[in-house]
T-cell receptor
Framework: EAGVAQSPRYKIIEKRQSVAFWCNPI?????LYWYQQILGQGPKLLIQ????????DSQLPKDRFSAERLKGVDSTLKIQPAKLEDSAVYLC?????????????FGPGTRLTVT | QQQVKQSPQSLIVQKGGISIINCAYE??????FPWYQQFPGKGPALLIA?????SEKKEGRFTISFNKSAKQFSLHIMDSQPGDSATYFC??????????????FGKGTLLTVNP
């Protein structure tokens, strides 16, 4: 079974530029999560999708961050404009509905450096 | 508000020794407590998890001890090996109350096992 795929793996941009990250979850996983992991900290949830609907985006900085999951499969997270404090690893995770919903499977992440 | 507190921040253990990482939580509505292992450049991977209806769960060399009254849980790694060197995150989740299984992570423990 293929795992969660993410691209790009690394991205370096200047502040005020825009950037987009892509995630393809495990086949059949209806729930998709985007987390932000700042160096030395645990991942923090940014947004959660159930199929193509948003379940929780309470911690998403909506003035600069946006995310979509148009067909209920892959997802894109965008930052526009980027700030220095957005430097982090952006992790995508997915889970299967039902009791196993508790178990989340993470992709390798995209390391963003904002200069 | 940090809902999951993890300690120690870093830990050095000799090969064959026991590694112990502790976590404390505040929200009594949490009903799922996983531990994730993360290697450099990789996403977190589920290691072992426990629900509050049991006090201990063991999988191979890894054991979770859970104390519901104290709102604490810990990870024990027996016979620690150099290959166990990684960052370990405790987390907590709940499936009810609108939280939709989102994970709240501790800040992580960097474990180094010396050969």
């Amino acid at each position: 079974e293929a795992g969660v795929a993410q691209s790009p793996r690394y991205k370096i941009i200047e502040k005020r530029q825009s950037v987009a990250f892509w995630c393809n979850p495990i086949s059949g996983h209806a729930t998709l999560y985007w987390y932000q992991q700042i160096l030395g900290q645990g991942p923090k949830l940014l947004i959660q999708f159930q199929n193509n609907g948003v379940v929780d985006d309470s911690q998403l900085p909506k003035d600069r961050f946006s995310a979509e999951r148009l067909k209920g499969v892959d997802s894109t997270l965008k930052i526009q404009p980027a700030k220095l404090e957005d430097s982090a690893v952006y992790l995508c995770a997915s889970s299967f509905p039902g009791r196993e919903t508790y178990e989340q499977y993470f992709g390798p992440g995209t390391r963003l450096t904002v200069t | 508000q940090q809902q999951v507190k993890q300690s120690p921040q870093s830990l050095i253990v000799q090969k064959g020794g026991i590694s112990i990482i502790n976590c404390a939580y505040e929200n009594t509505a949490f009903d799922y407590f996983p531990w994730y292992q993360q290697f450099p450049g990789k996403g977190p991977a589920l290691l072992i998890a426990i629900r509050p209806d049991v006090s201990e769960k063991k999988e191979g060399r890894f054991t979770i001890s859970f104390n519901k009254s104290a709102k604490q849980f810990s990870l024990h790694i027996m016979d620690s090996q150099p290959g166990d060197s990684a960052t370990y995150f405790c987390a907590a989740s709940m499936g009810s109350g609108g939280s939709n299984y989102k994970l709240t992570f501790g800040k992580g423990t960097l474990l180094t096992v010396n050969p």
